[in-house]
Nanobody
Framework: QVQLVESGGGLVKPGGSLRLSCVAS????????MSWYRQAPGKQRELVAD???????NSAESVKGRFTISRDNAKNTVYLQMNSLKPEDTAVYYC?????????WGLGTQVTVSS
């Protein structure tokens, strides 16, 4: 069955960096477009960044220039490099295919940006 396992979150001060990882299994990773999403307390889940199977990327305006999505098809892994973190980036971060499949959501990884 499909599994998406996120990791790399933590507590970081404003201006700091984190690198999130998502390891996928149970489907042909290299054929799929992948995305990172996040959900802050009391808010709806939102799209953060996409990476297509051909490597093209896109990101939300709120993270442009700060976050970078990448993938390693040999490791079935998608990454999110987050720099210049702000308190408003605090959320649980999830990966999923693009468009998202409701059956694929994992547990996510918590990112907290606070001084």
């Amino acid at each position: 069955q499909v599994q998406l396992v996120e990791s790399g979150g933590g507590l970081v001060k404003p201006g700091g960096s984190l690198r999130l990882s998502c390891v996928a299994s149970g489907f042909t990773f290299s054929w799929n477009d992948m995305s990172w999403y996040r959900q802050a307390p009391g808010k709806q889940r939102e799209l953060v960044a996409d990476i297509l199977s051909d490597g093209r990327t896109n990101s939300a305006e709120s993270v442009k220039g700060r976050f970078t999505i990448s993938r390693d098809n040999a490791k079935n892994t998608v990454y999110l490099q987050m720099n210049s973190l702000k308190p408003e980036d605090t959320a649980v971060y999830y990966c999923n295919v693009r468009p998202p499949n409701a059956r694929y959501w994992g547990l996510g990884t918590q990112v907290t940006v606070s001084s």
